[in-house]
């Protein structure tokens, strides 16, 4: 009698527990949600309430919670990684409008990720996160235009979303910038604004932008020759992983 008492309570709890959950506010729920998943405002991270709370949140009809569930799955936090599952919740919340899906998805599209590869997804959703902002998206877009791929290439097109993602600061799109400039696609040939987006791919650390600065500082492109500037953004670039800057100090004989 006391075991079928006790049963009783502990289900009598649980519908209780499921009640309030399913009252919450959504605002409440993606809240207390993020708190759990980072272990903020005094919750300790516990990863399976964050996905509990974020599935209620999802049934309530929540973009954000699709993407957030989307996220776990694909990433294996909280959850066993599943890209079929990751990409069903993306492809929900994309549709949705949630930015972060729609770029998400993309990527899964490009990379063929719980679902079949397909380029042509790929800039759809790619698109639809560059419209509305989302500057990593502006970048890829950029990239199938300048390629053709999952659309007909268009240069033009291709430096429009170069060009976006740089009003942003983005590191790669100065970068692609700079090889717009400096071989004329699309654009007057600019020796000197390619060396300046060059830099300023360079200043935020960015790899290729160093070796490309590097040489232009060695050649003379855009600006003065100057080879101690070279070596020393040669230097940076190797520091960076590049192969090419590399090779560039082993032929200048430098250590």
């Known amino acids: 009698m006391i075991l079928k008492?006790?049963?009783l309570l502990?289900?009598?709890l649980m519908l209780v527990k499921n009640e309030v959950l399913a009252d919450s506010s959504i605002d409440v729920l993606l809240d207390e949600g993020k708190?759990?998943?980072e272990g903020t405002n005094g919750k300790e991270r516990d990863y399976a309430k964050a996905l509990e709370l974020f599935l209620v949140a999802a049934k309530q009809g929540s973009p954000l919670a699709d993407a957030r569930i989307a996220y776990m799955y694909q990433t294996g936090t909280g959850a066993n990684q599943d890209y079929t599952e990751a990409f069903k919740w993306n492809l929900k919340a994309a549709n949705n409008g949630e930015l972060q899906a729609q770029y998400n998805l993309a990527l899964m599209?490009?990379?063929g990720l719980g679902t079949e590869k397909s380029d042509t997804n790929a800039f759809k959703w790619f698109k639809q996160a560059a419209l509305q902002g989302d500057v990593s998206a502006q970048v890829n877009l950029g990239l199938m235009y300048q390629n053709g791929e999952g659309v007909d290439k268009n240069v033009d097109k291709a430096f429009f979303w170069y060009k976006s993602a740089a009003a942003q600061n983005d590191?790669?799109?100065f970068y692609y910038m700079g090889t717009f400039y400096e071989e004329g696609i699309s654009v007057k040939k600019d020796e000197k604004l390619a060396f300046e987006y060059y830099r300023k791919a360079a200043l935020l650390e960015y790899g290729i932008g160093q070796y490309e600065l590097a040489r232009c500082y060695e050649y003379g492109i855009g600006t003065h020759k100057?080879?101690?500037k070279a070596i020393k953004w040669y230097g940076k670039a190797a520091?960076?992983?590049s192969d090419e800057a590399i090779e560039k100090l082993k032929e200048l004989e430098i250590k």
Do not use: H, P, Q, T
């Open 226 to 228: 100057n080879m101690s």
């Open 10 to 12: 502990v289900f009598l």
């Open 5 to 7: 008492k006790f049963i």
């Open 109 to 111: 599209y490009k990379d």
């Open 35 to 37: 708190d759990y998943f």
């Open 239 to 241: 520091k960076r992983g």
């Open 171 to 173: 590191f790669m799109a």
